[in-house]
Nanobody, 112 residues
């Protein structure tokens, strides 16, 4: 069964960095858009970043673009999200999305 699996979450100190990974075991991402979303406690899920698998064109949430990088591997099996200079407001569950598929999420906590 096709599914998305996120990893890389954890506790990060303010100002630190984190790399999240999204894979689809046994499946290759096609030409569509893969994306990361996040949901903070008590808030709605929000867009973080996306990347067109066909040409690598990224899009970012405007307020965090300067410290966020999304990338994918040419083998079409992995999407990464790197966030730098992290803030407590970045705390939440981060989800990978591809078309109508969603992963289970990985928890990120920014705390000293």
């Amino acid at each position: 069964q096709l599914r998305l699996v996120e990893s890389g979450g954890g506790v990060v100190p303010p100002g630190g960095s984190l790399r999240l990974t999204c894979t689809a075991p046994g499946y290759k991402f096609g030409i569509n858009k893969a994306a990361w979303y996040r949901q903070a406690p008590g808030k709605e899920r929000e867009f973080v970043a996306s990347i067109m698998y066909s040409n690598g064109t990224p899009e970012y949430k405007a307020s965090i673009e300067h410290r966020t990088t999304i990338s994918r591997d040419p083998g079409q099996t992995t999407v990464w999200l790197v966030m730098n200079v992290m803030e407590p407001a970045d705390t939440g569950t981060y989800y990978c999305n591809y078309g109508t598929l969603w992963g289970q999420g990985t928890q990120v906590t920014v705390s000293a």
